[in-house]
């Protein structure tokens, strides 16, 4: 996915939107992250300072990268600290820290020459964390709710799927890292207004015409009703150190 930039850079247009309806991370994702009090954080790709407020909430000394101008104005809004760069880009100016966090951003990263950088930004018992959010509809299911799609675009997919699996383990092998998985599940239910704000700030709908996102948001309506919507969020949290 990082090699598809329009997609990468389609969130500023909805940076309110975004921040108002993106789901927060389960309280304890973030309270794994934070090891003690003033922990050092650079947020990767912060987009609105989601992450980023709930570690700065937790105590943590939190920095943020990010390319969006829009996404970075609504994360300075909060009080996050912000430099305008892709990481690829980013210069550190030789500052280290205990924790380089990707919320919902690695899959946006070359990710072999990110962890060749993150390598020289950790202190030596920093951690790297990959983390995402991952929720599912339950009712209705998955492929009720693609009907709304149909003829427009695929229904979005999680976008921890490309490189949570084996393709990961090789990739932080290579880096010389040490890793271990931790899930957080959540069983959240949505109003039908909620669902359709949340799905519609997703990549894949954001490239739209203005016409044809409208036509999702009807059909996504119609197909959910006043009952709402039954999701499973599979949280997943890659912590990762240096060997």
């Not at 009720?144 to 229904?155: F, H, I």
Request: include cysteine; charged fraction near 25%.
């Amino acid at each position: 996915m990082h090699a598809d930039r329009q997609r990468a850079e389609s969130f500023g247009s909805a940076a309110a939107r975004y921040d108002r309806h993106r789901p927060r991370y389960p309280a304890a994702l973030i309270a794994d992250l934070i090891a003690h009090q003033g922990i050092r954080v650079l947020d990767v790709g912060a987009g609105t300072g989601i992450a980023s407020a709930q570690l700065r909430a937790a105590g943590a000394d939190v920095l943020a990268v990010e390319p969006d101008p829009q996404m970075a104005e609504v994360a300075t809004a909060k009080g996050v600290s912000v430099e305008l760069a892709t990481f690829a880009d980013w210069d550190p100016r030789g500052r280290v820290f205990d924790l380089v966090l990707f919320a919902q951003s690695f899959h946006w990263v070359e990710p072999a020459d990110a962890l060749a950088k993150v390598r020289g930004l950790l202190t030596p018992r920093g951690r790297l964390a990959l983390v995402w959010n991952r929720i599912v509809a339950v009712s209705p299911t998955p492929e009720t709710l693609a009907e709304a799609y149909a003829g427009l675009v695929e229904q979005p997919s999680r976008p921890s799927v490309d490189i949570e699996g084996a393709e990961l383990d090789t990739l932080l092998a290579a880096a010389g890292m040490s890793h271990e998985r931790r899930r957080y599940v959540e069983h959240p239910h949505y109003s039908c207004t909620e669902w359709v704000e949340m799905v519609t700030t997703y990549s894949n709908v954001l490239r739209l015409p203005a016409a044809d996102q409208e036509r999702v948001r009807t059909r996504l309506t119609a197909l959910i009703g006043t009952g709402g919507v039954q999701a499973t969020n599979d949280a997943l949290a890659v912590l990762c150190l240096k060997r």
